[in-house]
């Protein structure tokens, strides 16, 4: 008798844990709207709007997960429609911004590339959703397909304000995605950002380092958002050579000691 209620409110957290919050799926929606309006934008012609409602919806992203865990509204159905997002938002919109800007001209090769950029985030988001409770917190394995489409899109959206035309820079657009598309699906460590604490103190010169990035942001927000993924599109290949090299450093070391 005593393991009967016990058993009744574990019953009923499940249920509710499996049920459809509205706050969080608000915010995911609100991302995928972002990934479709990229792709009728693009359809368009209006490359910049595509651009630009890509980093919308990464924002928009980045906060439903935030929701859900301060406001206790996890679901298994929330983590379902973000990952579908996702594919939307940050695999199909990108591919498709990107080869029609730039790649259309190019035959096999430009549709190949956006395939492949494609599947990239596909296959990223599923060894991420199985994975998640394997690999180190402190690192994705792979670029996140955020930061992916951010790169394509801010190509995309530095070029264009330069007036620069696609067709001139197709095959430099063809690298970044195919890049793009394989580091997502790669092994190398791209750091999560999950280790900060926004609770601890911190110094004051961290402060005026996220006012002054702030500024350089509304100052100049395509180029210097695109700079900020390229420096992060590149820091993984840094940290993975760096942990490859450590090994052979501290044989070398103690090879030298004997």
């Not at 590339?113 to 991420?128: E, K, N, Q, S, V």
């Not at 489409?149 to 970044?176: K, P, Y």
Request: one cysteine or more; hydrophobic letters at 50%; aromatic letters at 12%.
């Amino acid at each position: 008798m005593v393991d009967l209620p016990l058993t009744k409110s574990r019953r009923r957290d499940s249920i509710r844990r499996r049920g459809i919050y509205i706050l969080p799926n608000l915010f995911t929606t609100a991302a995928l709207f972002g990934g479709f309006y990229a792709i009728v934008q693009a359809m368009n012609g209006r490359f910049v709007h595509s651009a630009v409602a890509i980093f919308v919806a990464m924002v928009l992203d980045g906060m439903d997960g935030r929701v859900a865990r301060l406001t206790h509204t996890q679901s298994e159905f929330g983590a379902e429609y973000d990952s579908l997002s996702d594919m939307v938002s940050f695999g199909v919109a990108p591919a498709l911004v990107i080869y029609e800007w730039a790649m259309k001209g190019m035959g096999k090769l430009g549709w190949i590339a956006a395939f492949i950029y494609c599947a990239g985030a596909a296959l990223r988001l599923a060894r991420f959703n199985t994975n998640i409770e394997v690999v180190d917190k402190r690192f994705f394995q792979g670029l996140p397909s955020p930061a992916a489409a951010s790169l394509v899109a801010g190509l995309v959206w530095v070029m264009i304000d330069n007036q620069v035309a696609g067709v001139d820079i197709r095959w430099l657009a063809f690298a970044v995605t195919i890049f793009a598309g394989l580091s997502m699906v790669s092994n190398v460590p791209f750091w999560s950002g999950k280790d900060i604490n926004l609770r601890r103190s911190v110094p004051f010169a961290v402060v005026l380092a996220m006012v002054g990035a702030l500024v350089a942001i509304s100052s100049y927000p395509e180029g210097v958002l695109f700079l900020l993924f390229v420096a992060y599109g590149l820091s993984g290949y840094v940290t993975w050579i760096w942990r490859r090299a450590r090994p052979h450093r501290h044989a070398v070391s103690r090879s030298s000691e004997s």
